[in-house]
């Protein structure tokens, strides 16, 4: 059964709609529901919904809801991921914010760090487009929870607030670093962050500032990760081992 996001608002008693263009075209077009099909329908904040097409016009799809199933809460899954990354020059964080969407990612937090080659501002101006390839991936993928989008911030302001995580990853390249298995041997905990650097990685002074907050250093391999493979590598290994 093919799973879809729809936000909160569009989820009528028995109806719901599907009104944005590129999500009508993928209904449409890419998955070619008929009506009388059924979908799994979530609405980003744990309530899911068992519908089938009643019609799929070029405007709009409708579907009758046929069943709904028991609501969630964030606190009911065994982890939240938080990937703070040092968001590059280039598209790339998009694919971080897209394949982690996917993966069960809980938030997504835009850096900036000594060796970053953006800045705030121009990361801020960017923020629409994240939030729309966020809630595509979330169309598309059926997540339960649609991942928070947090403002972006400075790498030592993100260090002042992530005492609230239970796990702090920092994968580097050069100070002690351990293996997945290492660092998940005792963890039993729900809340985990992991802080993806920049192209040419954290600087020496901010590694070290970030294990003297609590973060452990994480070891992804031999070969040097460009950002959206490392966060995207980090999102599929907890999932593997703790989902």
Request: glycine share 6%; with cysteine.
């Amino acid at each position: 059964m093919n799973r879809f996001y729809v936000p909160e608002e569009n989820i009528r008693q028995d109806q719901i709609f599907i009104l944005r263009p590129d999500d009508i075209r993928h209904v449409r077009k890419v998955l070619r529901i008929r009506p009388g099909e059924e979908l799994l329908v979530t609405d980003g904040e744990g309530s899911s919904y068992i519908a089938f097409l009643e019609r799929a016009d070029a405007d709009a799809c409708v579907l009758k809801v046929r069943s709904r199933l028991e609501k969630k809460t964030r606190e009911d899954s065994k982890i939240r991921l938080a990937l703070a990354v040092a968001v590059p020059k280039n598209t790339s964080f998009e694919e971080v914010i897209d394949k982690g969407t996917q993966l069960g990612v809980d938030e997504f937090i835009p850096l900036v760090t000594q060796r970053s080659s953006v800045s705030l501002e121009q990361i801020q101006r960017k923020m629409p487009r994240y939030r729309r390839v966020l809630e595509a991936a979330a169309c598309q993928s059926g997540v339960l929870f649609l991942p928070f989008l947090r403002e972006p911030m400075g790498f030592e302001d993100f260090l002042d607030v992530s005492s609230c995580y239970s796990l702090r990853l920092l994968p580097n390249l050069f100070l002690q670093t351990q293996t997945f298995q290492d660092v998940l041997k005792n963890f039993s905990g729900c809340r985990v962050a992991a802080c993806v650097g920049p192209e040419g990685d954290f600087t020496e002074d901010e590694v070290r500032l970030a294990m003297a907050r609590g973060f452990q250093g994480l070891n992804l391999g031999d070969s040097v990760l460009r950002v959206d493979t490392a966060a995207i590598s980090i999102a599929a290994a907890l999932r593997i081992f703790l989902v």
